[in-house]
């Protein structure tokens, strides 16, 4: 079965501290991945999408990247951390093809202070 | 682009039925999924729709009308676990991008 794991659960930082956030997958191969954010009581907000290694789409324009170094690895950077980057960071996978929902990691709550 | 509209909140008693209504504007409509979030965790996904109607899974049924761009979430036989978020997602063709709309916090109340 395909699991999906993310870390750490949680992360308090200092403004202009740089971050890593990883994410992989296991049992499935060539997944599509993405990096939701969610503000507290808000929805999930697209950060970047993933079709393969290498291939990364940003959804928009901001302060992280991200990069997928290997087939079932993604990972959410950043240089230097604003306050406004606090939150909580989602990391999902899904198969190829149309009827295929995303499953999600169990999120990252980061705090920048 | 690519716009998701869901209400804010709703309450209900335990035992009633909700309706959670969702209205999205997109291109490249590949199907439209309801996900629960309960506080602090991740999502986790209740139902998929691609074609017009109605997807009954248990107490759960979800419906889409693909004209209209409109779909619903039912949640009947409300039971206090089901105070959640509830996500509506559409999922465009092109490189098979899921986007989120704001979530519907619904409080059941005894």
């Known amino acids: 079965s395909q699991t999906i794991h993310q870390w750490p659960a949680t992360l308090v930082q200092p403004v202009g501290s740089p971050l890593s956030l990883e994410c992989t997958v296991e049992?499935?191969?060539?997944?599509?991945l993405y990096w939701y954010r969610q503000a507290a009581g808000r929805g999930l907000q697209l950060l970047f999408y993933?079709?393969?290694?290498?291939?990364i789409s940003s959804e928009v324009p901001q302060n992280l990247s991200a990069s997928r170094p290997q087939d079932r690895q993604f990972i959410l950077s950043s240089k230097k951390l604003l306050l406004s980057d606090s939150g909580f960071y989602l990391c999902?996978?899904?198969?190829?093809?149309?009827?295929?929902?995303?499953?999600f990691g169990q999120g990252t709550r980061l705090t920048v202070v | 682009g690519q716009n998701i509209d869901q209400p804010t909140e709703m309450t209900a008693t335990e035992g009633a039925i909700v309706q959670i209504n969702c209205t999205y504007q997109?291109?490249?409509?590949?199907?439209l999924f309801w996900y629960q979030q309960h506080a602090g965790e991740a999502p986790t996904f209740l139902s998929y729709?691609?074609?017009?109607g109605l997807e009954e899974k248990g107490r759960f049924s979800s419906f889409l009308s693909r004209s209209k761009g409109y779909s619903y979430l039912l949640l009947k036989e409300l039971q206090m676990k089901d105070s959640a978020s509830y996500l509506c997602?559409?999922?465009?063709?092109?490189?098979?991008?899921?986007?989120f709309g704001g979530g519907t916090r619904v409080l059941v109340k005894p």
């Open positions: 997602a559409v999922k465009r063709a092109a490189g098979n991008k899921l986007t």
């Open positions: 729709n691609v074609l017009d």
């Open positions: 997109t291109s490249g409509f590949n199907g």
């Open positions: 049992g499935t191969s060539n997944p599509n």
């Open positions: 999902a996978w899904s198969l190829r093809g149309l009827n295929t929902e995303a499953f």
């Open positions: 993933s079709v393969g290694i290498g291939q």
